[in-house]
């Protein structure tokens, strides 16, 4: 079993800071790229910002210089810090990781999401 805990989520006025983690546990062999999405009610859930296990990293365009993903491989970790906050941010946030588990004798890659945390950006 795996599982993703997050927190940071919160209320917070425009032009303000936030910073999301995300943490890994379980059965986990290693860890390929982890990311975070978010979504509005009545919408899709979008690709934030990805981060491969190598270090590359992709963001959405809207969030492109304000935001910046990172990851702890040593704490099976990943780190959204949100800078410049604007009120079209506010989301429900959630993390996902592609991992290499062991399930009894078999190994699996699967992806795992976080339970989500709730990002608010009042103007």
């Known amino acids: 079993q795996v599982q993703l805990v997050e927190s940071g989520g919160g209320l917070v006025q425009a032009g303000g800071s936030l910073k999301l983690s995300c943490a890994a546990s379980g059965s986990i062999l290693s860890i390929n790229a982890m990311g975070w999405y978010r979504q509005v009610p009545g919408k899709q859930r979008e690709l934030v910002a990805a981060?491969?296990?190598?270090?590359?990293?992709n963001y959405v365009d809207s969030v492109k210089g304000r935001f910046t993903i990172s990851r702890d491989n040593a704490k099976n970790t990943v780190y959204l810090q949100m800078n410049s906050l604007r009120p079209e941010d506010t989301a429900v946030y959630y993390c996902?990781?592609?991992?290499?588990?062991?399930?009894?004798?078999?190994?699996?890659?699967?992806?795992?999401w976080g339970q989500g945390t709730q990002v608010t950006v009042s103007s």
């Open positions: 981060i491969a296990s190598g270090g590359s990293t």
């Open positions: 996902n990781t592609n991992l290499l588990t062991r399930d009894g004798s078999y190994y699996r890659v699967l992806d795992y």
